[in-house]
């Protein structure tokens, strides 16, 4: 079984609590007044009626009443009466030397209870703030530490964009943004540019990132060789938003061109090169004989081909093919043997020298020693 629920705000910039609206018949922008933790508070219904899951979380509480002309001029009194709350709250603080900020201050309906919000660097020990607070305002009171998105959405400042923050206007919670969704939307990492007034990350990050997700799946890697309707090219860009990416090709004069195409285009362009590829493989073979000459020719080949006489190598005998390989060996031992003849001359300090000459009579060798007549010859001089 479902539930009947109504959202109800107690704030212009707060979060919306669903109650059970029971026999109390509301309607959208009504003023009603709902028991809660605090105690009795005065709230406007901003949902109207519609069914939940019975597992979805509700209230507890119950709405008492419709607001009458009475509450709402009470709850005007209040918010005067939480402007003074302020100037008193701040010379307390500076009397007890405590590093706080005040941002907000609210009543409960009843005057049971005063909440006072604040900000501050670090834990503060303002339990003797407390104590002076009690004594004169005669209630309950309650200090809540807030962060700095807190304290945006108090002051309902303008964003970036020119527009209201959202966290003001319609964001109830918080939702969690990391760096990473700005790189997949491929902003600036600049902190300026993707940073809110709170000094935190954009919450419109998170509003686009199931997005690009969905599309980054069909999206290619930079890098990637693709085929274009003109020819291949190497992914340039990503513009993620638009399902377009730049390529770059290199045309007929080498000169890189970069060109623009969506997803669809390459899509189709890939189908194209596929069915080309198809068809080649169709195409039958051509028959190859064993002399590895095509049998395809035009007959203008076949009849010059026949014009040419054949070529006849000339037959060689045993005898000669063996005469050949004898004259190949001594050419190789003449060789070896000059090589080993050749050595380094030497030089010898002898008096004496031989040598070697042909005779004319007997036709044979003959060795014969000679001085070495130079060396006497500047001797004497040197002596004279």
Same mark, same amino acid.
């Given at each position: 079984?479902?539930?009947?629920?109504?959202?109800?705000?107690?704030?212009?910039?707060?979060?919306?609590?669903?109650?059970?609206?029971?026999?109390?018949?509301?309607?959208?922008?009504?003023?009603?007044?709902?028991?809660?933790?605090?105690?009795?508070?005065?709230?406007?219904?901003?949902?109207?009626?519609? &069914?939940?899951?019975?597992? &979805?979380?509700?209230?507890?509480?119950?709405?008492?009443?419709?607001?009458?002309?009475?509450?709402?001029?009470?709850?005007? @009194?209040?918010?005067?009466?939480?402007?003074?709350?302020?100037?008193?709250?701040?010379?307390?603080?500076?009397?007890?030397?405590?590093?706080?900020?005040?941002?907000?201050?609210?009543?409960?309906?009843?005057? @049971?209870?005063?909440?006072?919000?604040?900000?501050?660097?670090?834990?503060?020990?303002?339990?003797?703030?407390?104590?002076?607070?009690?004594?004169?305002?005669?209630?309950?009171?309650?200090?809540?530490?807030?962060?700095?998105?807190?304290?945006?959405?108090?002051?309902?400042?303008?964003?970036?964009?020119?527009?209201?923050?959202?966290?003001?206007?319609?964001?109830?919670?918080?939702?969690?943004?990391?760096?990473?969704?700005? !790189?997949?939307?491929?902003?600036?990492?600049? &902190?300026?540019?993707?940073?809110?007034?709170?000094?935190?990350?954009?919450?419109?990050? @998170?509003?686009?990132?199931?997005?690009?997700?969905?599309?980054?799946?069909?999206?290619?890697?930079?890098?990637?060789?693709?085929?274009?309707?003109?020819?291949?090219?190497?992914?340039?860009?990503?513009?993620?938003?638009?399902?377009?990416?730049?390529?770059?090709?290199?045309?007929?004069?080498?000169?890189?061109?970069?060109?623009?195409?969506?997803?669809?285009?390459?899509?189709?362009?890939?189908?194209?090169?596929?069915?080309?590829?198809?068809?080649?493989?169709?195409?039958?073979?051509? !028959?190859?004989?064993?002399?590895?000459?095509?049998?395809?020719?035009?007959? &203008?080949?076949?009849?010059?081909?026949?014009?040419?006489?054949?070529?006849?190598?000339?037959?060689?005998?045993?005898?000669?093919?063996?005469?050949?390989?004898?004259?190949?060996?001594?050419?190789?031992?003449? !060789?070896?043997?000059?090589?080993?003849?050749?050595?380094?001359?030497?030089?010898?300090?002898?008096?004496?020298?031989?040598?070697?000459?042909?005779?004319?009579?007997?036709?044979?060798?003959?060795?014969?020693?000679? !001085?070495?007549?130079?060396?006497?010859?500047?001797?004497?001089?040197?002596?004279?």
């Amino acid at each position: 079984m479902d539930k009947i629920v109504v959202g109800i705000k107690f704030r212009e910039s707060g979060k919306v609590f669903y109650y059970e609206p029971g026999t109390v018949n509301v309607e959208p922008d009504d003023f009603v007044i709902v028991q809660t933790v605090n105690g009795e508070e005065f709230g406007s219904v901003t949902l109207g009626k519609r &069914s939940i899951p019975e597992e &979805s979380p509700i209230e507890n509480f119950s709405i008492i009443r419709k607001a009458t002309k009475e509450d709402i001029n009470a709850n005007e @009194k209040l918010k005067e009466k939480a402007e003074e709350a302020k100037n008193i709250f701040k010379k307390r603080v500076d009397a007890h030397n405590l590093g706080m900020k005040l941002i907000d201050v609210t009543y409960t309906f009843d005057e @049971k209870k005063v909440i006072f919000y604040y900000t501050a660097e670090g834990r503060v020990d303002f339990r003797e703030l407390v104590k002076d607070l009690a004594g004169y305002f005669h209630s309950r009171i309650e200090l809540r530490q807030i962060g700095v998105r807190d304290e945006a959405r108090k002051y309902g400042c303008v964003g970036v964009c020119g527009r209201k923050c959202c966290c003001s206007c319609w964001l109830s919670d918080f939702m969690p943004v990391s760096i990473k969704m700005a !790189k997949d939307q491929n902003l600036s990492l600049n &902190s300026t540019k993707i940073s809110g007034i709170c000094g935190r990350l954009l919450c419109c990050l @998170k509003y686009e990132e199931d997005y690009y997700e969905e599309v980054s799946q069909k999206m290619p890697n930079i890098g990637d060789e693709l085929m274009t309707p003109i020819g291949m090219g190497t992914v340039y860009k990503l513009n993620t938003l638009d399902q377009a990416v730049l390529m770059k090709i290199v045309n007929n004069r080498d000169e890189v061109e970069i060109k623009r195409y969506t997803l669809e285009e390459l899509a189709e362009a890939k189908r194209e090169q596929s069915l080309i590829e198809k068809e080649v493989e169709q195409i039958p073979e051509v !028959k190859v004989n064993k002399e590895n000459k095509l049998t395809a020719k035009s007959d &203008s080949q076949k009849r010059k081909r026949a014009r040419r006489r054949p070529f006849k190598k000339r037959e060689i005998n045993k005898n000669e093919k063996l005469k050949n390989s004898d004259k190949k060996e001594k050419k190789t031992t003449t !060789k070896t043997k000059a090589q080993k003849s050749k050595k380094p001359r030497k030089f010898s300090n002898k008096k004496t020298r031989t040598k070697k000459r042909y005779s004319s009579r007997t036709g044979k060798k003959t060795t014969k020693t000679y !001085k070495k007549a130079r060396s006497n010859r500047r001797r004497a001089k040197h002596r004279s």
